[in-house]
């Protein structure tokens, strides 16, 4: 395409699948910044159509835009397809009718992304189109772009972040007040921060997602929401805060990816990748501990730039459009001059190392009988699954006592024997809390 003045090329025609929380302020940017959006990518952006359900709800839009047809959107004469309706169907199919056309697509559809990004990018490179999705992990927070692109030329060794503001809201509510995980969570719904229904947020089905995304990103390798640990937070109580206020630490949920490398007795090496999702213990001075409230922030870890962090507005409707629109640019952009953006990156394609051999730190507190002995009984049944101790702190009461002990790196089985079998201890009372220690050194 010849340079000349801007917009003077033919507009890029585009199609909007979807027109709630996210797309409604994709239309009122597209509207807003029209003449900058022109001059930034050399061509006009023509909306030409939205899809919507019930298109009696959207009298904020202009009325000859809206239709219920999505397909026949796709199908019609556009050259990028935005997709901001959510879950897998009908938006795969959708997805996959444009990109086989050779239609590029921007997508925020997380849920989608994990589990068919495969077959998208399959059908991206078939026709030579298109696929973005910047704002399917970390809402407004330039993530994906630095991990596609930015990062292309470094070995990132590990992405750990906090990737879902419900949980994180909770979790700060909970380490600010001292209150329960339920009375929390009734006041994120009170306030808006939590859904009708918080099963994808609490029980760690939408920080799973996004882990799987960031380490396909991340490893060149293919990951998927299936291949990713998932915890949710439900079970985090006011004494495992208190417990871990009392080590100077706060508990996040947390979505870890991990490059795992193992050396043989010969000298060889294997590599793995390691992905999960659950709360753990993070020292307070820790940068991710000051994440509060509906933030995100994403610690990235790469051999030669070494730590960074991302931080920023995870979810809302102008900051996940704000992403949107940035893919939205860059794929126009790549239309008014010829070329493509990055493809499928998964040449590497690491095996995943599933969760009972992946190695972390444990915190472990008990309520234990005060009387001599104790602490032998406990650490001998940690000795005898080969669980080494890195801190111990006893702290006696009127009739009982309670034992924190803190593990040097473990792997989740043997944790999970050590634990089942120390509850089992005739002076044991309670195992008070088991949670993971990230943050610090192994
Ligand atoms: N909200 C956020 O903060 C956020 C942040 C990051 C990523 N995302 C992602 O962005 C996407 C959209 O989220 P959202 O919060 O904007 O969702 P939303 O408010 O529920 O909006 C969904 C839109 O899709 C339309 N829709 C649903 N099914 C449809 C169908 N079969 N055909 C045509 N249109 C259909 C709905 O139409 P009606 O309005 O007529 O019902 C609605 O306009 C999701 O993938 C989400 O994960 C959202």
Avoid: W
């Avoid at 009392?246 to 000298?267: F, M, N, P, S």
């Amino acid at each position: 395409m010849p340079e000349g003045k801007p917009g003077s090329a033919r507009p890029v025609r585009v199609a909007l699948l979807g027109c709630g929380t996210v797309g409604t302020e994709i239309v009122r940017l597209l509207t807003d910044q029209a003449a900058d959006l022109t001059a930034r990518i050399g061509a006009p952006v023509e909306l030409t159509g939205i899809a919507v359900r019930k298109p009696n709800k959207h009298r904020e839009v202009p009325e000859h835009l809206l239709t219920t047809d999505a397909a026949a959107l796709v199908a019609s004469d556009v050259d990028l397809v935005v997709e901001v309706i959510g879950g897998i169907e009908p938006a795969r199919t959708l997805l996959l009718d444009a990109l086989r056309s050779g239609k590029s697509v921007v997508t925020a559809n997380k849920a989608l992304l994990a589990e068919h990004s495969a077959d998208l990018f399959e059908a991206a490179d078939a026709s030579g189109a298109d696929l973005y999705f910047e704002a399917a992990v970390a809402g407004a927070i330039p993530l994906l772009r630095p991990l596609r692109e930015s990062l292309a030329g470094d070995r990132i060794t590990r992405v750990m972040g906090i990737v879902n503001g419900t949980t994180n809201f909770i979790l700060s509510g909970m380490d600010a007040t001292g209150a329960g995980y339920s009375e929390t969570l009734e006041e994120a719904s009170r306030l808006g921060y939590a859904e009708a229904d918080p099963t994808a947020d609490v029980d760690g089905f939408d920080a799973a997602s996004k882990a799987a995304i960031l380490a396909s990103l991340a490893f060149h390798t293919r990951v998927t929401a299936s291949d990713v640990h998932r915890e949710g937070i439900s079970a985090v109580s006011a004494s495992d805060i208190a417990a871990a206020k009392g080590l100077g630490r706060t508990v996040k949920l947390l979505a870890i990816c991990e490059r795992v490398t193992q050396v043989a007795a010969d000298g060889t090496t294997t590599e793995s990748v390691a992905a999960r999702v659950h709360p753990a213990m993070i020292p307070r001075s820790h940068p991710l501990a000051s994440v509060s409230g509906a933030f995100n922030a994403v610690f990235v870890e790469a051999d030669a730039a070494g730590e960074m962090m991302f931080y920023g507005q995870g979810a809302g409707g102008a900051p996940t459009a704000s992403a949107v629109l940035g893919d939205l640019v860059a794929v126009a952009r790549n239309r008014v001059v010829g070329g493509r953006g990055p493809r499928e990156s998964a040449y590497a394609g690491l095996p995943v190392r599933p969760i009972g051999q992946t190695p972390t730190r444990y915190h472990i507190s008990l309520d234990v009988e005060d009387r001599a002995g104790v602490l032998a009984q406990v650490a001998a049944v940690f000795a005898e699954h080969d669980v080494s101790i890195a801190a111990v702190r006893q702290e006696g009461r009127v009739d009982d006592a309670s034992l924190v002990i803190v593990t040097h790196a473990a792997s989740d089985a043997a944790l999970r024997s050590t634990v089942d079998k120390i509850g089992g201890l005739p002076v044991v009372r309670d195992v008070v809390s088991v949670m993971r220690v990230e943050g610090e050194e192994q």
